[in-house]
């Protein structure tokens, strides 16, 4: 059954949360877009860029004023897998 990953992390760093499981890619979209406003929200000082767009299933962040940013990845990952992790993600929603 395809089904999507949604990661955001640092690269070169664990995600900030667990990995979450959608079902389409309709979910996967919204559940980007959703990720990308809560970024803007905390966003007080309105310094993040974005890249990249929820279609092609994928953000990069990061803050142009901040010295050695590494900047954050928000991505929906496709997965065909049918283990127990990907059923319990699926059914965890």
């Given at each position: 059954m395809t089904h999507?990953?949604?990661?955001k992390n640092t690269?070169?760093?664990m995600p900030f949360n667990d990995p979450y499981a959608v079902r389409t890619k309709t979910e996967a979209i919204a559940a980007?877009?959703?990720?990308?406003?809560?970024?803007?929200d905390s966003d007080y000082e309105g310094?993040?860029?974005f890249e990249g767009?929820?279609?092609?299933?994928?953000?990069?962040?990061?803050?142009?004023?901040?010295e050695h940013d590494l900047g954050v990845i928000?991505?929906?990952?496709?997965c065909?897998?049918?283990?127990?992790d990907c059923r319990e993600q699926l059914e965890g929603e």
């Open positions: 999507y990953h949604i990661v690269p070169g760093y980007l877009r959703d990720e990308k406003r809560f970024m803007q310094s993040y860029r767009n929820a279609r092609n299933l994928s953000y990069w962040v990061t803050e142009p004023d901040r928000i991505q929906a990952t496709e065909n897998d049918t283990s127990d």
